[in-house]
T-cell receptor, first 114, second 114 residues
Framework: ETGVTQTPRHLVMGMTNKKSLKCEQHLGHNAMYWYKQSAKKPLELMFVYSLEERVENNSVPSRFSPECPNSSHLFLHLHTLQPEDSALYLC?????????????FGSGTRLTVV | GENVEQHPSTLSVQEGDSAVIKCTYSDSASNYFPWYKQELGKRPQLIIDIRSNVGEKKDQRIAVTLNKTAKHFSLHITETQPEDSAVYFCAASIEAGGSYIPTFGRGTSLIVHP
């Protein structure tokens, strides 16, 4: 483990379901991120939390709702998703400082919306 | 905002050959350029990075070059091995006050044939 743990690893959900993705980091980092990775597309930044405050929301649909209760935990709450939301959702963390460290990614949650 | 183009999308080489992946960026203010390797089914991992105050950086068989004037940077892998097979992502970002949010390229799928 690299220190960023995501659960579950795989998730299949119907369009009317509500589910949550969880990310936990044990690196002492103070910034956390959600990315969406779809086939043949660049990594898409969804949300950024720095010191537990959301600092960026890249026009993500409201059916995705992030939550960062503390600097070690990040959630992505999902409801009424669409099939096109099927993708790999990656969490990452970093340490914001005078010399920032590169992102450390989690293994991702493979989401399938049926 | 920043736009990162990455080529080629797929690169197939024989074991022992060199591989080169090229990226261009649009924002001249970008000053930090990390490269990530993502093996099949695994998380992206930082393999090398370069800051705009240097033109080249090497780490064993991997090297990255940066041309600030032309706004392009490249990843060079020499003496490729089958375990180098993966998707490689370049990214560009503005490192300011210890905070940065990279913009990723679409990725290059490198296949090294034994």
């Amino acid at each position: 483990e690299t220190g960023v743990t995501q659960t579950p690893r795989h998730l299949v959900m119907g369009m009317t379901n509500k589910k949550s993705l969880k990310c936990e980091q044990h690196l002492g980092h103070n910034a956390m991120y959600w990315y969406k990775q779809s086939a043949k597309k660049p990594l898409e930044l969804m949300f950024v939390y720095s010191l537990e405050e959301r600092v960026e929301n890249n026009s993500v649909p409201s059916r995705f709702s992030p939550e960062c209760p503390n600097s070690s935990h990040l959630f992505l709450h999902l409801h009424t998703l669409q099939p096109e939301d099927s993708a790999l959702y990656l969490c990452a963390s970093s340490q914001e400082s005078n010399r920032p460290y590169g992102y450390t990614f989690g293994s991702g949650t493979r989401l399938t919306v049926v | 905002g920043e736009n990162v183009e990455q080529h080629p999308s797929t690169l197939s080489v024989q074991e022992g050959d060199s591989a080169v992946i090229k990226c261009t960026y649009s924002d001249s203010a970008s000053n930090y350029f990390p490269w990530y390797k993502q093996e099949l089914g695994k998380r992206p991992q930082l393999i090398i990075d370069i800051r705009s105050n240097v033109g080249e950086k090497k780490d064993q068989r991997i090297a990255v070059t940066l041309n600030k004037t032309a706004k392009h940077f490249s990843l060079h892998i020499t003496e490729t091995q089958p375990e180098d097979s993966a998707v490689y992502f370049c990214a560009a970002s503005i490192e300011a006050g210890g905070s940065y949010i990279p913009t990723f390229g679409r990725g290059t799928s490198l296949i090294v044939h034994p």
